[in-house]
């Protein structure tokens, strides 16, 4: 157990080295809790995020950075709702000029089988940019089993993208499997395809393309929980991306 927690230290440390904050592909805070993506009620919730990504490991100059910052409130003990904003995407020889995306999202447990050994999402999400013209409509349906220690996620997205008139569509996905060690810490491995994984900042992953893997490790401390990804692009994506994140979470003791 020493040894597990050391690494989580060690990880939360490297990483931060690298990227200060980050921004995470699962939300991997409610996993250890044995939650659906919904937020408890009375909960608020919020982080500070950001992503430094490696776009091609021969090149550092075109190395690039984002950050992002989200509130999560729970409504109800079905739904809860996030809002958030991000900075633009810039390369290592560029300067971040302020906000230039918002994005607001719900979140609906349809179902709660065994106590929490499945849950069923609804998950309906909008983004946009300030400065841009670009937006963004997001529909997906996070499914979560919980065996044991081990939680399985498997999440199909269906995105609409609306630029200067003109609309796509694309269907994607992400899952993962994790491993709750004494709801203390986790571990765990993701997959991709066409998809940002949380869907907090769409059209930003770490890993740009059709496929990526990712490595997350977390833990929860007080009314703190850090959790720590490293990203791995698999066909036509960057190369490696980092990332760390810090949330902090109370009861506001208002429930409806």
Not at 73 to 99: H, M, P
Not at 219 to 245: I, V
Request: aromatic share 16%; proline share 2%; glycine share 10%.
């Amino acid at each position: 157990m020493k040894k597990f927690f050391s690494t989580l230290i060690f990880s939360v440390l490297f990483t931060f080295a690298f990227v200060g904050f980050g921004y995470p592909c699962f939300d991997t805070f409610l996993f250890i809790h044995k939650k659906s993506m919904v937020y408890p009620t009375g909960y608020v919730a919020a982080d500070v995020l950001g992503e430094y990504s490696i776009n091609d490991a021969r090149s550092a100059s075109q190395d690039s950075y984002f950050t992002n910052y989200n509130l999560y409130y729970g409504l109800a003990d079905r739904f809860s709702v996030q809002f958030g904003v991000s900075t633009v995407e810039s390369t290592r020889e560029e300067s971040q000029n302020g906000i230039d995306s918002w994005s607001i999202r719900g979140v609906f447990n349809a179902l709660n089988v065994g106590g929490g050994m499945y849950f069923l999402d609804l998950i309906l999400e909008h983004h946009t940019g300030v400065e841009a013209d670009g937006t963004v409509s997001v529909f997906s349906i996070p499914n979560i089993f919980n065996i044991n220690n081990v939680i399985l996620v498997i999440h199909p997205v269906y995105e609409i993208s609306r630029t200067s008139g003109t609309n796509e569509y694309m269907w994607g996905g992400h899952g993962g499997i994790f491993y709750n060690v004494n709801n203390r810490g986790i571990i765990g491995i993701g997959a991709e395809y066409s998809s940002t994984q949380s869907s907090s900042a769409l059209n930003r992953r770490l890993t740009e393309g059709e496929a990526a893997a990712s490595l997350f490790v977390g833990f929860n401390f007080g009314n703190l929980y850090f959790q720590n990804e490293f990203a791995k692009g698999l066909q036509n994506s960057r190369d490696y991306g980092f990332a760390a994140t810090v949330k902090l979470f109370l009861d506001l003791g208002v429930h409806i």
